[in-house]
């Protein structure tokens, strides 16, 4: 069965491999059966801005690197991986409103030099659930706190967060369709939770209005990557 594109480019791999010689093979591997590619810390610090202009040329990319600083700090390092032109970058929201409003400055003038870089803010992180925000000595609901910090990643100029589905419903009234939702902790039926604490199937997470699925795991320690991939495809399209 063919999956159409539509479904295809909500479908974001993470390439969280240790090298980035198995990440492009990855990327290579799965190109059609998936819309970007993740780049995250790991990759990015090992392989650096050539790496991604390599991945770039296999598909969109995602440079996730959670930036989370004083202003001055984020807006200068964001002014600094902008000319890789990813698709989205991520800050962290917790860094506070002026911190987000710093980056979400730097991305307003790349896009009106021609760039198309989107900003997403992280809210909740998927592996945290309320017992580890008690820890951290929050006594929100992580999905109470997600969507409030959703409100103020909207406030301050970003595109869209990241959140687990459970609250990708919430946060689409709340903040309009337009305001994306990029839902880690993505688990079909059956694969292990692992460190991810609030998981959601590939069916459930377009149901509650994901705009787009993050998975990792599931697809590269698959002993056929692009066969795993194929499966969460059709599920999606079964959604
Ligand atoms: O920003 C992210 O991408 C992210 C945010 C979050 O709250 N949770 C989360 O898991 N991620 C990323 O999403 C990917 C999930 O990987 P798997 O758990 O292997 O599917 C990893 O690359 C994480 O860094």
């Known amino acids: 069965m063919t999956v159409a594109q539509s479904i295809i480019d909500r479908l974001v791999v993470a390439l969280d491999v240790p090298t980035g010689?198995?990440?492009?093979?990855l990327a290579r591997t799965l190109s059609g059966r998936a819309g970007m590619f993740k780049v995250g810390l790991e990759l990015?610090?090992?392989?650096?801005?050539?790496?991604?202009?390599?991945?770039?040329?296999?598909?969109?990319?995602?440079?996730?690197?959670?930036?989370?600083?004083?202003?001055?700090?984020?807006?200068?390092?964001?002014?600094?991986?902008?000319?890789?032109?990813?698709?989205?970058?991520?800050?962290h929201t917790q860094g506070g409103p002026a911190m987000i409003e710093a980056a979400a400055?730097?991305?307003?003038?790349?896009?009106?030099?021609?760039?198309?870089?989107?900003?997403l803010g992280v809210t909740v992180l998927t592996s945290l659930d309320r017992e580890a925000l008690a820890r951290l000595g929050s006594t929100a609901e992580p999905g109470d706190l997600a969507l409030h910090l959703a409100r103020l990643a909207k406030a301050c100029g970003c595109d869209g967060v990241v959140c687990s589905a459970?609250?990708?419903?919430?946060v689409r009234d709340a903040c309009g369709a337009p305001f994306h939702r990029l839902t880690p902790g993505i688990?079909?039926?059956?694969?292990?939770?692992?460190?991810?604490?609030?998981?959601?199937t590939p069916a459930q997470a377009l149901r509650e209005g994901a705009t787009w699925l993050v998975v990792g795991r599931p697809i590269t320690q698959a002993p056929d990557p692009a066969a795993a991939a194929q499966g969460i495809l059709l599920e999606m399209a079964g959604a």
């Open 21 to 25: 010689a198995e990440a492009l093979a």
């Open 187 to 200: 688990r079909p039926g059956g694969v292990a939770t692992q460190d991810q604490a609030r998981v959601v």
């Open 105 to 119: 400055q730097a991305v307003k003038a790349h896009r009106q030099r021609g760039g198309r870089t989107q900003l």
């Open 166 to 170: 459970h609250e990708a419903a919430s």
């Open 44 to 91: 990015f610090c090992a392989e650096g801005p050539a790496f991604v202009r390599e991945v770039q040329k296999a598909g969109p990319v995602f440079l996730d690197l959670k930036l989370h600083d004083i202003p001055n700090t984020v807006h200068r390092a964001m002014e600094a991986l902008l000319p890789m032109n990813p698709s989205l970058v991520t800050i």
